[in-house]
């Protein structure tokens, strides 16, 4: 099995900068693509960015030139860094995992149990 385990939400000031973090653990082979997504109460949960195990990136519109995705394969773990948030940013944010646990298996998505991130006004 194949664990993910969120940290680094808190409560912050509007202008106030998180960084989160995520790390795999367990049975695994390989990752492919980990990213990072949020759901606000009341909406669905939606994409926030997410890096392949080569390092390109993708951001959703709302969070580009504000927050940066990184990884480090060694670890097994995706970072979130966050800067300049916004109340609208407030979430809770969930990683996610492409994980590959045998090298003849395919790769299949882990989840993380969320963390909360709350912006202030």
């Known amino acids: 099995q194949v664990q993910l385990v969120e940290s680094g939400g808190g409560l912050v000031q509007a202008g106030g900068s998180l960084r989160l973090s995520c790390a795999a653990s367990g049975s695994i082979f390989s990752i492919n693509d980990m990213g990072w997504y949020r759901q606000a109460p009341g909406k669905q949960r939606e994409l926030v960015a997410t890096i392949s195990s080569g390092g390109s990136t993708n951001y959703a519109d709302s969070v580009k030139g504000r927050f940066t995705i990184s990884r480090d394969n060694a670890k097994n773990t995706v970072y979130l860094q966050m800067n300049s948030l916004k109340p609208e940013d407030t979430a809770v944010y969930y990683c996610?995992?492409?994980?590959?646990?045998?090298?003849?298996?395919?790769?299949?998505?882990?989840w993380g149990q969320g963390t909360q991130v709350t912006v202030s006004s």
């Open positions: 996610k995992a492409g994980v590959r646990e045998l090298s003849w298996s395919w790769y299949k998505d882990y």
